[in-house]
């Protein structure tokens, strides 16, 4: 079955870095872009970057935009967000997502890992 | 601060009907982008249960229904059960973010 697991949250002081990895089993990765979206503590789905199935083609939220950094390693199944000069709003748990093309050129997100937790605090 | 903007919270006794509102602008819904819905049960992962504005994924039920009419789309919960409630965030792409948007997000309560 579909599924999809990140690692490498954690606790990290404003300003550090931080990469984290959402590795993918049960689908072909390569015929999926993906997607990254964070949801803080008691907060709504924030969407922050999708990268296309080559990694052609990446796009960011403008509240990342500079500081975060999305890819892929289709021969490892795994996707991978760095990023750097974290701060305090930062926090949240940060989920991986699956794009899936429903037909007549309509694409929706069908599958999310859990998360990861990052926080950011001093 | 979210483009696309949802009530806080919506509630209806079990068997009522309930719509949930996704108010976006030209560049988003009113640009014809796809809205899509997810609905996240507590302490759950979103699941989704509209795509492309009224289309049902596989297993969803009939009680869940979309429509888009300008910058606006809805989502309608009919003959409502205690397992619906959850919250809804109404989802599309904008073009002058370059970028996909979440709604503000939408509670649902069953009386």
């Known amino acids: 079955q579909v599924n999809l697991v990140e690692s490498g949250g954690g606790v990290v002081r404003p300003g550090g870095s931080l990469r984290l990895s959402c590795e993918v089993s049960?689908?072909?990765?390569?015929?999926?872009?993906m997607h990254w979206v964070r949801q803080a503590p008691g907060k709504g789905l924030e969407w922050l970057a999708i990268?296309?199935?080559?990694?052609?083609?990446?796009?960011?939220a403008d509240s990342v935009k500079g500081r975060f950094t999305i890819s892929r390693d289709n021969f490892k199944n795994t996707l991978y967000l760095q990023m750097i000069s974290l701060t305090i709003e930062d926090t949240a748990v940060y989920h991986c997502?699956?794009?899936?093309?429903f037909g007549s050129g309509s694409y929706a997100i069908d599958f999310w890992g859990q998360g990861t937790l990052v926080t950011v605090s001093a | 601060h979210s483009v696309l903007t949802q009530p806080p919270s919506v509630s209806g006794a079990p068997g009522q009907r309930v719509t949930i509102s996704c108010t976006g602008s030209s560049s988003n819904i009113g640009a014809d982008y796809d809205v899509h819905w997810y609905q996240q049960l507590p302490g759950t992962v979103p699941k989704l249960v509209i795509y492309a504005d009224k289309n049902r994924p596989s297993g969803v039920p009939d009680r869940f229904s979309g429509s888009k009419s300008g910058t606006s789309a809805s989502l309608a919960i009919t003959g409502l059960r205690a397992e619906d409630e959850a919250d809804y965030y109404c989802?599309?792409?904008?073009?002058?973010?370059?970028?996909?948007?979440f709604g503000t997000g939408t509670t649902v309560t069953v009386l």
């Open positions: 997502a699956r794009r899936t093309y």
């Open positions: 049960g689908f072909t990765f390569s015929s999926h872009a």
């Open positions: 990268i296309s199935e080559n990694e052609n083609t990446k796009y960011y």
């Open positions: 989802q599309s792409y904008d073009s002058r973010l370059n970028g996909y948007v």
